[in-house]
């Protein structure tokens, strides 16, 4: 349900459906009663993996066992959806690509246990030298790995990820209000999207709201990690704003496009991203975003986007203030947002993923993966 799986279902939803003609496996270590994967179960030529009874399982199985299964499955070209491949991939002889979407561990490793900053960072550094190609969901991840793990840049393509197409759909201002009801959600309001743990800088957030027009509540939709929420309405309650923040968690993904149509204003902080997929998803819904400086979000949200200092609550108050004090630049703002993000939508995702499996295939040279 993260922004990983989200990418993982788009690539698989997306090929499956330009190209009917191709045969797509998915590698999974369990079934899943997922809805979000309704829409590839009813894909032709999509056939689900599993580990078999006998074998390998879980982790295990995905970092030593898919190779087992690739020449029996008479698989052409192996794709890591999620900056991962099998640790012994190149003994497959098999042609690999991985997409790489962040380096985070490395840039914020106090964003990690010791022993996962360690875990990621030898898998996917052992993953981008053994793969035959490298895809980055952005610039800036592409600049991480070059920089991080020496890389040739030529052996790296950028290929946006976009975000799932519902977010283009025109929300009537009823489901807005009904979405408004069910929530039980006030007429104004600042939207954050994304898990509640330090790096999506939510804390920003709150300490702005104190100097944000007092009739402005703040919606948080995303799960709680690691505790981080009790840290944020404890702050939120020494400032006095807690009353003014509603968090939301597991809500039907189909509620979001309305939910951010709603809001005033979304505001995406976060100290370090790959992308940052909520940026996009408000700009498809026009809605004017406040994102931070430091990462990939320049990139995400384009020239139309405010960008404010990560640190800084009175950048993004004066920020939040400048949209809300002139509702024809902020709705002006919103449809140059969403011109900027066609750049991204999904659709352009699967000639490029295809014409890159084409290259790699028809590049790859068996006497270069060992047995």
Same mark, same amino acid.
């Given at each position: 349900?993260?922004?990983?799986?989200?990418?993982?279902?788009?690539?698989?939803?997306?090929?499956?459906?330009?190209?009917?003609? @191709?045969?797509?496996?998915?590698?999974?270590?369990?079934?899943?009663?997922?809805?979000?994967?309704?829409?590839?179960?009813? !894909?032709?030529?999509?056939?689900? #993996?599993?580990?078999?009874?006998?074998?390998?399982?879980?982790?295990?199985?995905?970092?030593?066992?898919?190779? *087992?299964?690739?020449?029996?499955?008479?698989?052409?070209?192996?794709?890591?959806?999620?900056?991962?491949?099998?640790?012994?991939?190149?003994?497959?002889?098999?042609?690999?690509?991985?997409?790489?979407?962040?380096?985070?561990?490395?840039?914020?490793?106090?964003?990690? #246990?010791?022993?996962?900053?360690?875990?990621?960072?030898?898998?996917?550094?052992?993953?981008?030298?053994?793969?035959?190609?490298?895809?980055?969901?952005?610039?800036?991840?592409?600049?991480?790995?070059?920089?991080?793990?020496?890389? *040739?840049?030529?052996?790296?393509?950028?290929?946006?990820?976009?975000?799932?197409?519902?977010? #283009?759909?025109?929300?009537?201002?009823?489901?807005?209000?009904?979405?408004?009801?069910?929530?039980?959600?006030?007429?104004?309001?600042?939207?954050?999207?994304?898990?509640?743990?330090?790096?999506?800088?939510?804390?920003?957030?709150?300490?702005?709201?104190?100097?944000?027009?007092?009739?402005?509540? !703040?919606?948080?939709?995303?799960?709680?990690?690691?505790?981080?929420?009790?840290?944020?309405?404890?702050?939120?309650?020494?400032?006095?704003?807690?009353?003014?923040?509603?968090?939301?968690?597991?809500?039907?993904?189909?509620?979001?496009?309305?939910?951010?149509?709603?809001?005033?204003?979304?505001?995406?902080?976060?100290?370090?991203?790959?992308?940052?997929?909520?940026?996009?998803?408000?700009?498809?819904?026009?809605?004017?975003?406040?994102?931070?400086?430091?990462?990939?979000?320049?990139?995400?949200?384009?020239?139309?986007?405010?960008?404010? @200092?990560?640190?800084?609550?009175?950048?993004?108050?004066?920020?939040?203030?400048?949209?809300?004090?002139?509702?024809?630049?902020?709705?002006?703002?919103?449809?140059?947002? #969403?011109?900027?993000?066609?750049?991204?939508?999904?659709?352009?995702?699967?000639?490029?993923?295809?014409?890159?499996?084409?290259?790699?295939?028809?590049?790859?040279?068996?006497? *270069?993966?060992?047995?």
């Amino acid at each position: 349900m993260t922004g990983l799986g989200n990418y993982s279902r788009l690539v698989i939803e997306e090929v499956g459906r330009h190209y009917p003609e @191709d045969k797509l496996l998915i590698y999974t270590p369990k079934p899943s009663d997922n809805p979000r994967l309704n829409s590839i179960r009813e !894909l032709d030529n999509v056939e689900f #993996r599993y580990p078999s009874p006998q074998g390998l399982k879980g982790s295990l199985w995905r970092t030593f066992g898919i190779t *087992n299964n690739l020449r029996p499955d008479k698989v052409e070209i192996f794709h890591g959806l999620s900056n991962e491949l099998p640790l012994n991939i190149r003994s497959s002889r098999i042609p690999s690509i991985v997409t790489m979407h962040d380096v985070i561990y490395r840039r914020l490793p106090w964003c990690y #246990r010791p022993f996962d900053r360690w875990m990621y960072d030898y898998k996917y550094g052992h993953s981008c030298r053994n793969a035959d190609h490298i895809i980055a969901v952005s610039e800036r991840t592409k600049e991480d790995v070059v920089e991080l793990y020496g890389i *040739n840049p030529e052996k790296i393509t950028v290929i946006y990820q976009g975000c799932d197409p519902q977010f #283009r759909r025109q929300v009537t201002p009823e489901e807005t209000e009904e979405i408004k009801k069910l929530y039980k959600l006030p007429q104004r309001y600042l939207l954050q999207v994304g898990t509640i743990e330090k790096r999506k800088n939510l804390e920003l957030t709150v300490r702005a709201l104190n100097g944000i027009s007092p009739d402005m509540s !703040l919606v948080v939709v995303g799960r709680d990690h690691h505790g981080y929420k009790s840290y944020i309405q404890n702050l939120a309650a020494q400032l006095g704003v807690q009353h003014r923040i509603i968090y939301l968690e597991g809500l039907p993904f189909n509620h979001l496009p309305a939910l951010y149509t709603g809001a005033e204003v979304v505001v995406y902080p976060s100290l370090y991203e790959g992308f940052g997929i909520p940026v996009i998803e408000a700009l498809e819904c026009a809605r004017p975003v406040v994102a931070a400086t430091g990462s990939c979000l320049e990139e995400a949200g384009g020239p139309d986007t405010l960008y404010v @200092d990560p640190k800084d609550p009175n950048d993004m108050v004066q920020a939040v203030h400048a949209i809300l004090r002139d509702p024809a630049s902020a709705r002006q703002m919103g449809l140059a947002g #969403r011109d900027y993000v066609k750049r991204f939508r999904s659709e352009n995702m699967a000639p490029r993923l295809m014409d890159l499996y084409r290259k790699v295939i028809t590049n790859f040279n068996p006497a *270069n993966h060992p047995k």
